[in-house]
Nanobody
Framework: HVQLVESGGGSVQAGGSLRVSCGAS????????MGWYRQSPGKEREGVAA????????DYTHSVKGRFTISKDNAKNTLYLQMDSLKPEDTARYFC???????????????WGQGTQVTVS
């Protein structure tokens, strides 16, 4: 079974930075970590950033463009999200998504991690 584990969340002041990571505990070569989503109480799940299998094509939600950077290390089957210039509105639980296909920011992925909390004050 595919298990995704996110880490790196925490509490930071506005303007600070965090890097969250997502790794597959059981790797299958046909499945790849594709993107990051976030959700806070009372809000719908939002696609934050996505990256294709080859790490060439990326997509970001408008509110994080210029501040967040998604990247991946295929050798380690690890996905990263570097978050700079954090704002209070970035506060949410961040989830990693994975599948055999890339759907960009569309929430069509079959595999999800448990999430890691990011709090900005």
């Amino acid at each position: 079974h595919v298990q995704l584990v996110e880490s790196g969340g925490g509490s930071v002041q506005a303007g600070g930075s965090l890097r969250v990571s997502c790794g597959a505990s059981e790797y299958t070569e046909s499945i790849n970590c594709m993107g990051w989503y976030r959700q806070s109480p009372g809000k719908e799940r939002e696609g934050v950033a996505a990256i294709d299998r080859g790490g060439i094509i990326t997509d970001y939600t408008h509110s994080v463009k210029g501040r967040f950077t998604i990247s991946k290390d295929n050798a380690k089957n690890t996905l990263y999200l570097q978050m700079d210039s954090l704002k209070p509105e970035d506060t949410a639980r961040y989830f990693c998504a994975a599948d055999t296909l890339w759907f960009g920011l569309n929430p069509q992925y079959r595999y999800w991690g448990q999430g890691t909390q990011v709090t900005v004050s």
